[in-house]
């Protein structure tokens, strides 16, 4: 199976709402709203920021949200702030299996 | 409060087979809908996942790595086991458990284990 595009990377001023894209196929994305996102800081495990394409678990910042169209999941977060300086990665469950995505790295300018 | 711990060998030698545990607290493996998976990431790679047991013994693998992999559970000790065949230097990576309540989510992860293939 193949990992999800996302882009490489992704930046944005402090302040300025940013969008990272999650494509996938009909067999995957397209298929289940099972779609997540994970931030993941250096060296650090990965924590989830949403689930089931835009809910947020408990004490996830709302700046955070989720959606969906087709086979692209979206990941937007708005009131860009340093600390939001990360890897994120998009997961989709396939069916019988879970496939992620290739990483975005977001810089904060 | 919920908490996972990967534990295994460091160095691993080419052809050998690696087996992880993930002992997990805060949870119960025999709780319906609840899994316990597996993903792996190369250095300054992405994420890639490996497997997933869920709570009635159920297992699902990627199924490019799936004739390596074997996954198991032991619910009276609150661990769960991966065993990888043939290891290979690309399979050099960081290994990470997480807790998947029910859906396709990875709610909370293990630290991780850097796991290095070299002769």
């Known amino acids: 199976q193949s990992a999800l595009t996302q882009p490489a990377s992704v930046s944005g001023s402090p302040g300025q709402s940013i969008t990272i894209s999650c494509t996938g196929t009909?067999?995957?994305?397209?298929?289940?709203?099972?779609v997540s996102w994970y931030q993941q800081n250096p060296g650090k495990a990965p924590k989830l920021m949403i689930y089931e394409v835009n809910k947020r678990p408990s004490g996830v910042s709302s700046r955070f949200s989720g959606s969906k169209s087709g086979n692209t999941a979206s990941l937007t977060i708005s009131g860009l702030q340093a600390e939001d300086e990360a890897d994120y990665y998009c997961?989709?469950?396939?069916?019988?299996?879970?496939?992620f995505g290739g990483g975005t790295k977001l810089t904060v300018l | 409060q919920i908490s996972l711990k990967e534990s295994g060998p460091t160095l691993v030698k080419p052809t050998q087979t690696l087996m992880l545990t993930c002992t997990f607290s805060?949870?119960?493996?025999?709780?319906?809908?609840?899994?316990v998976g597996w993903i792996r990431q190369p250095p300054g790679k992405a994420l890639e996942w490996l497997a997933l047991i869920y709570w009635n013994d159920n297992k699902r693998y990627n199924p490019s790595l799936k004739s390596r992999l074997t996954i198991t559970k032991d619910t009276s000790k609150n661990q769960v086991v991966l065993v990888m065949a043939n290891m290979d230097p690309v399979d050099t990576a960081t290994y990470y458990c997480?807790?998947?309540?029910?859906?396709?989510?990875?709610?909370?992860w293990g630290q991780g284990t850097l796991v290095t293939v070299s002769s």
């Open positions: 997961c989709s469950y396939a069916g019988t299996f879970w496939v």
């Open positions: 805060g949870f119960s493996l025999s709780s319906s809908g609840v899994g």
């Open positions: 009909s067999s995957d994305v397209g298929s289940y709203n099972l």
């Open positions: 997480a807790h998947r309540p029910q859906g396709g989510s990875y709610h909370y």
